[in-house]
């Protein structure tokens, strides 16, 4: 953090002060702010972060899904899907990363901040393809990073690591063609040795 940075305790003061009511939590760790926020209240804290003269986040830097079932190898609580923003102050030369936990783990869905931040276009549509997150608003929400006709979304973490299908061009019919995965899934344990004495360290 540079001498110009505003200090991290007088951000949070200043985001909570600019949010007033809306903030579920905001958490300061190693330097870096983190607020959370109803999803009902995600567009309204966003756009208050982005206005007020306190926060001035001018940029959105990242825009992401988070799948919490299974998180830290334990049985899910609470909300499974999350979005978050990382926000930058030029101005300020401050960060936040806001949070908001989608409220429908089967129908998820979130407005969008495509207005707020057209950096985050590609970033919804992204969410959108890896999660299955719907923005609502987004004008172009369709898939990114798979094909048009993929079924699922790769980064929930019932997903299958190998996919459900493969493809291959097939030169009979001079076009890729789509089949079911051949790989068959295994779990592969490493062996590990372990010498008497390794490192030159007594039992």
């Not at 990073?145 to 973490?157: E, S, V």
């Not at 997903?159 to 097939?170: A, C």
Request: net charge negative.
């Amino acid at each position: 953090m540079t001498s110009y940075a505003v200090n991290p305790l007088t951000l949070k003061a200043n985001v909570e002060t600019a949010l007033q009511g809306l903030v579920q939590s905001c958490i300061l760790a190693l330097d870096e702010l983190t607020v959370v926020v109803d999803a009902a209240n995600y567009y309204q804290a966003a756009k208050i972060l982005r206005d007020d003269s306190t926060c001035c986040f001018e940029q959105m830097i990242d825009l992401c899904g988070v799948d919490y079932s299974t998180y830290k190898n334990q049985p899910q609580t609470g909300l499974r899907y999350c979005v978050v923003l990382h926000l930058l102050s030029v101005s300020l030369n401050q960060r936040v990363r806001l949070k908001a936990f989608v409220p429908d783990d089967l129908a998820p869905v979130m407005p969008s901040v495509c207005d707020l931040w057209s950096s985050s276009n590609w970033f919804e549509r992204e969410a959108f393809d890896l999660f299955g997150i719907v923005f609502e608003g987004h004008n172009d929400l369709r898939r990114i990073l798979t094909d048009y006709g993929f079924i699922g979304h790769p980064f929930r973490k019932d997903f299958p690591i190998s996919g459900h299908v493969e493809m291959r061009y097939d030169a009979e019919q001079k076009r890729v063609v789509y089949q079911p995965v051949t790989i068959v899934p295994r779990e592969i344990t490493p062996r590990i040795i372990r010498e008497e004495n390794y490192g030159g360290l007594a039992n």
